[in-house]
């Protein structure tokens, strides 16, 4: 158990790989699409919200690859899943 905890505590830090972080996010986001859906998908629009640890403090970086009413659209919804994730 301590060395799960040790392992968390270092994730924190700013000594992690990012690089392999986001790739496990987008690796699992793909994971469940695939459950989902199957082979019957193809991705549209993406929109990413990455929050950035630097030693000078947080940021936050989001990128879009569809026209900015697109995105908008997309987080607004993906503010209403959020809020009901946090109502279970």
């Excluded at 929109?47 to 940021?59: M, N």
């Excluded at 995105?71 to 109502?87: D, P, S, V, W």
């Amino acid at each position: 158990m301590a060395d799960v905890e040790k392992g968390e505590a270092e994730d924190d830090e700013l000594g992690h790989d990012p690089v392999n972080k986001l790739g496990a996010e987008v690796a699992a986001q793909m994971e469940a699409i695939e459950n989902d859906f199957g082979d019957d998908y193809k991705i549209g629009a993406v929109v990413t919200v990455v929050e950035v640890l630097t030693s000078d403090g947080a940021g936050v970086r989001v990128r879009c690859n569809a026209p900015p009413w697109v995105g908008l659209g997309m987080l607004r919804i993906a503010e209403k899943a959020l809020e009901a994730q946090g109502q279970d």
